[in-house]
């Protein structure tokens, strides 16, 4: 998780998580998104977003 | 206008536009660097898509997340689903995927960035010919 602009609302985050498997990209984000609720819109200006499987097929579809 | 009438607006702008795009400002003038790389890609894409700034009134951001279960901004519909806020959009674009989902070729990228439209590189403003007008109605 890195805090882009240190003003700690704009961050980005990479994560590899093995639950992403078989799903979409939508649906890895917004997983993303459940584990910060309410924050990202509000206290969280901006979060952005790099998802993957550990052992990603291909491009990672 | 009330918050019912927001949210029917967005729903039938989502199954409306084959390609929708929420966003802060416009595409000629982007209120956020997030929003500024999600219409830069469609318009490098050449492609006709309608524009809805969300910032004239909080609601329309708020009723936006609630139809689409997606907390932030830009978000891209295509065909009635969400496609993805501006990571997966630039991820998409940059794959090819994009292009591939709207049905248009993949232009030659070059030293052209997505991030940046060239006022000139589309004859007609992309927004003009949906004709939203939110904000006068919201005023």
Known sequence: ?61 | MTNEEIRSFIENAIQENKVMLFMKGTPQQPACGFSMRASGALNALGVKYAALDILPDPRIREELSSVSGWPTIPQLFVDGELVGGSDIVMEMFESGELAETLGVDQPDLGDASPGEPEPSASEQPPQRQTGIGLENRLS
């Not at chain 1, 998580?17 to 990209?25: C, K, Q």
């Not at chain 1, 984000?29 to 206290?43: M, N, P, Q, S």
Request: glycine share 14%; charged share 25%; hydrophobic share 35%.
């Open chain 1, 1 to 61: 998780m890195v805090d882009t602009t240190g003003g700690g609302d704009h961050f980005r985050t990479e994560v590899v998580w093995e639950r992403f498997e078989g799903l979409t990209r939508i649906q890895q984000h917004k997983l993303i998104y459940d584990v910060f609720g309410d924050e990202v819109g509000g206290a969280i200006h901006a979060l952005s977003i790099k998802t993957q499987t550990p052992a990603p097929a291909g491009d990672g579809r």
